[in-house]
């Protein structure tokens, strides 16, 4: 199986501050990443598909970059409705497993 | 909008099995293929696998052979998921999620999953 390693696994951040996500899979996966948004109580949110590429609806201060092994996630002037947890996923192999998670918090 | 909507929440003894619903409106249900993913209190997302709701066919992480059973009723656009042999750490939220992607030369390729249920909390315990 494909592992997942983010980093931090959380970090404290302040509204308007630029957060950056570390997702590293344990052997290459192309561009075949998700990043998600989870808030309390809810299920994941997609954000973004294909390491990248920007889901519908999802505000331009996310953005994501990375192939092969190495992604990123990078939100820039952090809102109060981006305090949440966030996955990457990889969508290469099966299974299609998710890292544990980058909390973010204020 | 586009929705899918998932049973609601079970207590079972260990040993016991369970099946979660999960109801998909306002799009073609066997256009996309729905997956099953659990997630343990305080723990990351764990995939579990997936059904082509057209044909039926599914695929298990290995770690659920034999126990994980995924069907669907297309008349009713509905999927379901059973667990069985059920232990108290199968106590998790199960979650049914679309897969988004595309086929090409008989191959298909996920993106990711862009529509979630709210979730089924299923509690194990004696």
């Known amino acids: 199986d494909i592992q997942m390693t983010q980093s931090p696994s959380s970090v404290s951040a302040s509204v308007g501050d630029r957060v950056t996500i570390t997702c590293r899979a344990s052997?290459?996966?192309?561009?075949?990443l998700a990043w998600y948004q989870q808030k309390p109580g809810k299920a994941p949110k997609y954000l973004i598909y294909?390491?990248?590429s920007l889901q519908s609806g999802v505000p331009s201060r996310f953005s994501g970059s990375g192939s092969g092994t190495d992604f990123t996630l990078t939100i820039s002037n952090l809102q109060p409705e981006d305090f949440a947890s966030y996955y990457c996923?990889?969508?290469?192999?099966?299974?299609?497993?998710f890292g544990g998670g980058t909390k973010v918090e204020i | 909008q586009v929705q899918l909507v998932q049973s609601g929440a079970e207590v079972k003894k260990p040993g016991a099995s369970v099946k979660v619903s999960c109801r998909a409106s306002?799009?073609?249900?066997?256009?996309?293929?729905i997956n099953w993913v659990r997630q343990a209190t305080g723990q990351g997302p764990e995939w579990m696998g997936w059904?082509?709701?057209?044909?039926?066919?599914?695929g298990y992480a290995q770690k659920f052979q034999g126990r994980l059973t995924m069907t669907r009723d297309t008349s009713i656009s509905t999927a379901y998921m059973e667990l069985s042999s059920l232990r108290p750490e199968d106590t998790a939220i199960y979650y049914c999620?679309?897969?988004?992607?595309?086929?090409?030369?008989?191959?298909?390729?996920?993106?990711?999953?862009?529509?979630w249920g709210q979730g089924t909390t299923v509690t194990v315990s004696s």
């Open positions: 999620a679309r897969a988004a992607g595309h086929c090409s030369g008989g191959t298909c390729y996920y993106y990711g999953f862009d529509v």
């Open positions: 306002q799009y073609t249900f066997t256009f996309w293929d």
């Open positions: 059904m082509n709701p057209k044909s039926g066919n599914t």
């Open positions: 052997q290459g996966i192309s561009t075949w």
């Open positions: 294909r390491a990248s």
């Open positions: 996923q990889q969508t290469s192999t099966s299974p299609f497993t």
